[in-house]
């Protein structure tokens, strides 16, 4: 079966890219062309034509032919570069869905094959699906470092260890009269609590791939009326939050994705903190107080124009909060009070007054907490799962004594052998390519 899709954006546009991949490739452009002579690797002037009626789909257009395995699938690709108007784009799909054997690719379906011809793994699959989605400069440089097959590189070293170590155990059980030399078995043991260490630290990071990839979780609490509503919209540049004079208008969270100067957040505007009677309202004050504990950062807002801090609101700062005085057109000063230690900034939201200065701020507390590292190599739930499970299969080995347990020793490297594999895709792959690959483009 033949695949075709177009791999750029909806039209018009001044060019689009058709792909087409499988063993008939060269035929079907060879019918759509009517040249005998399609070179390999080279750019191909030609005139696309409908081959049931001879109409000409597009007079001048370019045709990149690879040939299999030297291409992105691993399988016979061609790249057909037409104008990109809607109905050219849509006449020479409508011609390739008429091919015998030749079929629209599902989301992911050309990466997919990709994996499945070895051309590449799990880690570098997700990464180019990755780069696509990404928004932010931070997500752009996480994925890139992935696509360099960095993280892969460092699991299959881990693992490869651990098929060495495992090498040396099989041949004590296969040849129990022939003892291996006890130095060998102590650099056996040396090599895995070396592994066990690099996967714990590995562990240690923070989520801080995940959050890259997903957004760094910022929730704006405070006292009613104090502007939380309008500097969510603010940032937003959108109404996303209802704004009024009225306390207690925000009564649930407020979400909205962010590009914080290349950084990606979700920033969540909160109900106001106070003594509430209303059931309702009070169900907002609980879930804006679970946010901020749950929130990577907290912008902890109040009216500069007030002296007094709300208790309520004081119990919610810490050490990583972000005191913003909003209203600093009513006042040119910041309120006295305690928390000396925390970053102060004095804004008009009304004004736009100092909100480049609060950009600034949050983007410096999120590199302080969390890019102290440059390897990042955690970028998925599924990848931490199977370092967890790793991890303890590792640990059964260590509380071991491997002189009288030595088979299920062994039993225990294998599995853990096999977890690590899997983030990579060499064992156990098929249940998780579909989760992988639904959420690509059709192109690719």
Known sequence: MNIFALSSGKGPSGIAIVRISGPQTLAICKSLTNEKNIKSNEINLCKFVDPKNKKIIDPEALLLWFPKPHSFTGDDLAELHIHGSNAVISCLLKVLSDQKNCRLAEPGEFTKIAFQNNKIDLIKAESIGDLIHAETELQR??????????????????????????????????????????????????????????????????????????????SIIGDVNVGKSSLLNLLAKRDAAIVSEEEGTTRDVVETYLNIDGYPV????????????????????????????????????MDASKKIINNDVKKLINKDCILVFNKSDLSKKTPKNEFKKNDQILISVLKNKNIDKLIKTIKEKLSKKFMQTSNILITRERHRVKLNAALKEIENFLEKDQSKEIETAAEDLRLATRHLGSIVGKVDVEEILGAIFQDFCIGK
């Open 141 to 218: 440089e996480q994925a890139v470092n992935l696509v360099q097959g960095y993280a892969s590189k460092y699991y299959e070293n881990l693992r490869s260890k651990l098929v060495k170590s495992l090498s040396y155990i099989e041949a004590k059980i296969d040849f129990a009269e022939d003892d291996l030399p006890e130095s060998v078995l102590k650099e056996v043991k040396k090599s895995i609590k070396q592994v066990y260490i690099d996967i714990k630290r590995i562990l240690e990071d923070h989520k801080v791939g995940e959050k890259i990839r997903d957004g760094f979780r910022i």
């Open 266 to 301: 979700i920033l969540a505007d909160t109900a106001g903190i106070r003594k509430a009677k209303n059931k309702v309202e009070k169900e907002g004050i609980k879930r804006a107080i679970t946010r901020a504990k749950e929130a990577d950062l907290t912008l902890v807002m």
